[in-house]
């Protein structure tokens, strides 16, 4: 793992052209075999999986029964075994979960982790191509080919996850309005076998400093840095790729109708652009205030991530409450002083509530 390699801001730009690729090999990967694997998941999960075909790929959340994120998953299924792509310390409670929901299903669940390293990059994309395709065709063809070649294909199927990120998914729906930044979000994610990590020794690299900047600049949630113990799939926009809400019942389904048919997310994620006129970059966790540093406003959300983007500044992704004014100015309150900053909406405040429920007159009430 590295964070970069000296050089931030051109690491970004060779990441975002498809010139570079991130080592993720501290990341998890699950194995599930069996024929009933893909039902299964799509039975416990928040996304429609049980027709996933091999080579596709999609991504899915575990809900707790009142509807609060548990785990995200990146999916990819290869005709014999669907691979679970997990950030850092979120696979082997997921495997822990999903053995104790087997009962007599026949699937079988194994970490694959010690087995299997991911591997991160951009690059252009063709409308429709299929992820293996679209390697090949970078506007780097000789890098897209290096992974291509080094990627795991256990089944005969290269293990190559591109992020459904880039547009609203089947069954699924946005909050966002106007152009939406993951439309040009072409990242995907590659299984390598750890023995053949050496081989990518002197192919192009940048840390993940560049692709924590380019996501966040995207607006795509992630597990490891915008979750926390009460978080709601809405609240992220993630019913644009994570979540199909015509597909039947899974676990925490009714919160999730609830709150998109009738509700709204008590919190949303907003973009924010930090004042650069000095080098204090906000922390994960740092409160926000409402108002100008010399206001002392009230506290309304907090950070979730941070970075320099070589051409946004320095941004920030944070969750604040439905309530607080979009056009209002915020401070971040870091370690090192107050940061003035911006809001860039990503989920509205009156997001949710989609379906209209006719208001009944009460019993008694006279029409004029």
């Keep these: 793992m590295v964070e970069h390699l000296g050089d931030i801001f051109g690491e970004q730009r060779a990441l975002a052209a498809g010139r570079a690729f991130v080592d993720l090999s501290e990341r998890e990967v699950i194995a599930v075999t069996g024929a009933d694997r893909l039902s299964w998941i799509d039975s416990l999960t928040s996304q429609s999986l049980a027709r996933l075909q091999p ?35 979120t696979g082997a409670g997921f495997a ?81 309005r106007g152009a939406h930044p993951g439309a040009d979000w072409s ?7 750890r023995t053949r990590l050496g081989e990518l020794a002197d192919a192009p690299q940048a840390g ?83 108002g100008r540093p010399q206001d002392d406003g009230t506290v309304v959300g907090r950070i979730t991530a941070s970075a320099r983007h070589y051409e946004l500044g320095p941004i920030a992704l944070a969750l604040v409450k439905r309530s607080a004014d979009p056009a209002s100015e915020l401070t971040v309150v870091a370690d090192a002083g107050l940061v003035p900053a911006t809001q860039e909406l990503i989920v509205p405040p009156d997001a949710g509530a989609e379906v209209e429920v006719p208001r009944i007159p009460r019993l008694g009430a006279v029409r004029r």
């Design 187 to 193: 990242y995907r994610e590659v299984l390598v076998e």
């Design 55 to 89: 080579g596709e790929s999609a991504e899915t959340l575990l809900l707790d029964p009142s509807g609060r994120i548990e785990y995200a998953a990146r999916v990819i299924d290869d005709g014999e075994t669907t691979w679970l792509l997990m950030d850092a310390g």
């Design 208 to 290: 993940t400093l560049a692709l924590e900047a380019l996501r966040i600049a995207a607006w795509r949630p992630r597990a490891a840095t915008e979750l926390d113990a009460t978080a709601i799939p809405h609240e992220f926009d993630w019913l644009r790729s994570a979540v199909h809400l015509a597909k039947g019942c899974y676990r925490g389904q009714e919160t999730v109708a609830k709150v998109h048919n009738l509700g709204h997310p008590p919190r949303r994620l907003v973009l924010l652009h930090l004042d650069g006129s000095d080098e204090v970059l906000p922390a994960a966790g740092d409160e926000l205030r409402l």
């Design 96 to 176: 822990a979960f999903l053995e104790r929901m087997r009962f007599m299903l026949r699937v079988e669940v194994a970490d694959r982790s010690a087995e299997y390293a991911t591997i991160g990059m951009l690059g252009a994309r063709e409308p429709a191509a299929d992820a293996v395709s679209t390697l090949r065709r970078d506007a780097d063809a000789p890098l897209g080919q290096r992974l291509l070649d080094v990627s795991a294909a256990p089944n005969g199927v290269p293990l190559v996850w591109n992020d459904p990120w880039t547009a609203v998914q089947p069954g699924g729906h946005q909050y966002a």
